[in-house]
Nanobody, 123 residues
């Protein structure tokens, strides 16, 4: 089992910034891709940003130039720096990670989600 715990959400005014963090814990052998998704009320969950083990990144068009994803492999942590926030960025933000566990001589794959953290952008 892998647990992902997000933090850093909250209420911010338009134009403000927030930094989300997500820490993975468990019997982790390696983590390949980590990412941030969001889900606004009445909408489907969407990818915000992703980062591979080689630090290649991809972003939703709506956040390019405003959000930056990064990771600290030594800490099994992924970050999302969000600048110039807009009301339409309001959503629950979820962390996702996929990789392999270590269980003796077996390395089963995992794909885990965090519990989500609320981001509200409002005057």
């Amino acid at each position: 089992q892998v647990q992902l715990v997000e933090s850093g959400g909250g209420l911010v005014q338009p134009g403000g910034s927030l930094r989300l963090s997500c820490v993975a814990s468990g019997n982790i052998f390696n983590i390949n891709t980590m990412g941030w998704y969001r889900q606004a009320p009445g909408k489907q969950r969407e990818l915000v940003a992703g980062i591979t083990g080689g630090d290649s990144t991809n972003y939703a068009e709506s956040v390019k130039g405003r959000f930056t994803i990064s990771r600290d492999n030594a800490k099994n942590t992924v970050y999302l720096q969000m600048n110039s926030l807009k009301p339409e960025d309001t959503a629950v933000y979820y962390c996702n990670a996929e990789g392999r566990l270590i269980r003796g001589f077996v390395y089963p794959a995992f794909n885990s989600w965090g519990q989500g953290t609320q981001v509200t952008v409002s005057p």
